[in-house]
Every structure is written in C-alpha cells, then in structure tokens.
C-alpha cells in the first residue's frame, strides 16, 4: 500500500478548513457563490448593453424617422429611465459607485443591497444601451459588491467575513465585466487590509446626491475664481488670474504654504494639472508670479467672491443653525507687538457650528475701522432666517442685538461689565429670581475637570431700556482643576431666544468652535502666525484663501484638517477624478 506523508503544517490547515463545523467553510462557500452570482450580474450586464446597442442600429435603419431623430431619442429615453432608478429607487447608484464601495470596506454604513445592485445593472444597461457615454468598471465592482453585501447578510457566519465578501463580489464583478481574471486582483486585495479612512472618500459620500452636492462646491469654486477682477494689463499676461489662484488653493490643500512652495508644487505637478484643468500649460506661474497675483488682487474683491462662493455652498438654509462671530488678527501685518496704536489687519468671520465652515469675511485695518462695526456689517449683510448668532462680550451692544433681530435672527451675547447697568440689573435678577431651567455637566480631559452649571432666567419685556427683545438671562459657573491648581468662575449671557438649559448650554460652548476649528487651524496648520508676509493685501489674500480650504476640507467631511491634507498630498488630483468637472478652457 502506497502511503503519501503529508506536512503537518498542510494537513492541520486542510482540517480546519475542511471542518463542518468552523465559519470560515461557509464563508469560502459563499464566496464561491458570490463569485458566481457577480459574474453572472456582470455578463448580463454586458451582454443587455451589447443587445440594446445592435437594437438601437439596426431600428434606426428601418426607423420611420430619421436616424438624427430617432438616435438621439433613444438617448434621452434611456437618460431618463436611468435618471428615474437613481432619483427613486436608489440614489446610492449615482456616480461610478466605486466611492461607495470604498467607504463600505472602510466601514462606513453605506447601503449595498438588492435594491443598489438592480438598479445600477439596469440603470447602467439602459444607458449604455441608449448610446449614452459610461464604462463598465465601476457600475460592475458596485453590482458585484452591493450582491455580496446582499448574500453575505443570509449567512450567520458572513458578519465576521463581511468585509472580505464584499471586496471578492466587486472583484468577481470587475473580472467578469473585463473577461480578465487578473482584473480583480486589485480589487481583491483591498479586502485582505485594512482601509484607511483618510484614503477614501470622506464619511459625507453616503448617497449620489449628496456626493454630487460636495461636488458642486468644486465646480462653483473655479466659476467664481473666474470672477475675480485681473489687475494686470492683457499685454504679456500668460496665466490666467483664476488659474494661479487656483493652483495657490491646491497648494494650500497639499501643505505648501509659502510662495517658493507653491512653485516647487505646480512644477512637480504640471502634467496632472494639464490633465486635470484641460488646458495646456507651456509654462507654470514662478515664483514671482504667484507672489505678484497674491499681492496685486484686491482684497475686498477676493473676500466679495468667498462670501458668494461660501453662500452658494451653505446646506442648511432653511434649517436650525448656530452661527459664531469673532475676529483674528493676522499677526504677520503687527511691526512692533509693544506699541497698540500701530495699524495691523483683521479678519472678522461668521463661522457655522453645524457644518464647521466659515460664511461669510469682513476685513479691517485697526486704524480705519473696529471689529464691531464689521461684525454689524456682516449681520447687515447675513441672508439666513431663523439663525442663532452668538457674540463674546465686545459686541454685547443696543445696536447689534437690534440688527440680528431686524435680520430675522436671534442672538445670545456674553455680558460683561462694559455693559455696566444692563451686568447689575442682571446680577439683581439671578439674585431675586428662581431658574427655569438648570444644566450640570462634569467633565474630564486633557488633565482638567471641569464641572458646568447652566441657569436660565427668564425677564419680561420691560427688563431694560432698549432691549425689548431680550427674553432670557443665563449664568454659566465653572469651577474644577487646571493641573494642580482649583478654580471657580461665574459669568453672565443674554439671549433673545427661549430654550432649555442644555441647549443653550451647547450653542455657547459650540461659540468658541471659530476659535478651535477656525483661528487655531489657521495658526497651528497654516502656520498664519509664523508668516513673514507684512503686505496687508497680501496676508489678507492668504487668509481668505485659506479659510477657503477649511471650508473644503469640512464640506468633504474631514474633522481633522490634517487628515485631509493627508488624504490629498500627492493625490490632490483625485479630487476632479470624480466626473466631468473640470472648466472648460479659457
């Protein structure tokens, strides 16, 4: 009798995974089963286009209409039975779908279904079958997934191969569509690691209408780039202004933030950025181009754009929101930190708590206006309705409060003794009156405890002269540790709108968000503090700029700004590899 010796090693791996009663038998099973299923959606797929375009020929030969008819109608037929699937059955199917394939394997809760996977098979048949221009790659790996995901969800092992599953039914399907095997090993492969986050799309690409709404953001930004007045004479211009502001934004995205920076970086980057924009360019802005555009742009002309461009991409406006005012000065544009009569430049923003973006930009040289007066512009010029706006203790005044009302807003302002008479009668009132409401919090972090106790009052109509829309009086008392050292402070709010305790208790800590996500980004990321640019238009211009690329970066979904910049160093032209968004050449 013959005898073959066997490895130990072989033979206790063929027992586990032969073993009827270990999960990971089932899951390579199923895996065979999602293959199979995939292929076959994929060849379907391929072969109903197939059909549908030799139908759309040969018909419009024997057509009754002529074939410049009948062609392009077959078109928009298919258009909107395609754009009909997507709007009411399943709006995750718009776009490619590879982007939601990748926040799914990166654990994102996208929806990968039945449901995604017939609509974007018939979807995608329709349309290429109508002559409409699409590929198969990415409809294919999202069929393949979204009936893994379907599969894997019958199976009560499948939750622990998941993510694995899903990344073999995008492969299967991306292999079958191509008629090559090898086609799929990429894809395959993402499902054996561990996908960063910061690699794929941000967690806000949950469905195709969303995604094309972030998208616009891009498309609006180099339409209102385009806006912006050139300063120069037409003569000897090579680059177009919107173009080298365009180039300083990638740059500010990817980390470059001085001029010498952003030249290395268009130089490094110029075939993509032909690529990208569409437009040959036969010599890239130096470093003294750039240098001049940042410096010869008026200000108030950029700024003007930012407000439009930032309006025009706010989400919520018909929705609850938080908006914070606050002003920065920009520390470059100071001489002599000693002397407080000199001129400097500062930047007043109205920051929204929700989204984390900035709305809208005033600028101000200290010796030709005051924070105030800007931030009362801003209110002037404030669309929303049904806003809260809050202010710090400096624009605690008769006259703002009136305007934010007059806007249709409400507001909530810290008090302090500035407002000597208004600070008293509010002392009295706290002192002689019982709370509506009352929140306390505890709080631990960054080696500090803090514990806050939130009280409201409430006041009548004739608390104080002129201010009549004033309805509630909150004080706010914190006491705990810094280091080893106790403390206990009381300060005082005013607030025109009536809520409990714990929600006004968010929207004035959420106040100093601007400072957080705002100013300190400025300052610590884009290193605002450290520049050595002392020409006021300038610095301005960079400023605005850059709040720009915050603003970017949080619609995207990105927290943490650096995850951002990390996600796009060196891959910042993905950004425009997501459809035809590119401008048209100018």
Partial sequence: MWRISIPREISVLSSKILSPTTPKRYAIIEAC??????????????????????????????????AWIFLPGVGLMGGLLTGFLVE??????????????????AGEPISLDFRVAFAKLIGTMFTMGSGLTLGRQGPTVQIGAALAAWISRWVPTSPNYRRQLIACGAAAGLAAGFNAPIAGQGCFKVGGKRVKKERSLPDKIKSGRLFF????????????????????????????????????ILGLMSRNLGYRELENFAKINRKELSQVLKIKLEKLPSYSTIRRVIQGVEWSNLI???????????????????????GKSLRSTLKDFGDNSQNFVMIVSLFSQRTGCVLNLKKLENKKGSEISQAQEIVRDCQLKGKVITFDA???????????????????????????????????????????????THEHSHGRKITRKVSIYQVNSDFYKGWNHLKLVIQIERSGNRGKKP?????????????????????????????????????????EDKSRIRNFQAATNFSTLKTLVINLFRSWGFVSITEGQRWLTAHWYKIFSLGELFPLKS
Avoid at 423 to 435: F, G, L, T
Wanted: proline content about 3%.
């Fill in 33 to 66: 089963l999602i293959g199979l299923v995939s292929g076959l959606a994929a060849f379907l797929l391929k072969e109903g286009a197939g059909w549908l375009g030799s139908w759309r020929i040969s018909e419009s030969l024997n057509a009754a209409v002529p």
């Fill in 88 to 105: 009411r059955l399943a709006p995750e199917t718009a776009g490619s779908g590879i982007p939601q394939v990748k926040a799914a394997l």
């Fill in 213 to 248: 709404t972030k998208i616009k953001m891009l498309t609006t930004l180099i339409e209102k780039l385009k806006k912006v007045k050139d300063y120069r004479k037409a003569q000897g211009t090579r680059h177009p202004i919107w173009l080298v502001l365009l180039i300083v």
């Fill in 304 to 326: 003007e754009i930012f407000n439009q461009w930032a309006a025009l991409n706010y989400p919520h406006q018909e929705e609850l929101d938080w908006l914070a005012v606050d």
């Fill in 394 to 440: 400096l624009h605690c005044n008769q006259k703002t409060a009136a305007l934010v009302i007059e806007s249709g807003n409400d507001y909530i302002m810290a008090l302090k003794k500035n407002q000597k008479k208004l600070y008293e009668q509010v002392e009295a009132v706290i002192k002689s009156e019982n709370p509506l409401s009352v929140d306390v």
């Fill in 487 to 527: 403390y206990k402070e009381k300060v005082y709010y005013i607030s025109s709108v009536v809520n409990e305790a714990q929600t006004l208790a968010q929207i004035i800590k959420g106040h100093w968000g601007i400072e957080n996500q705002c100013h300190w980004v400025k300052d610590v990321i884009f290193q």
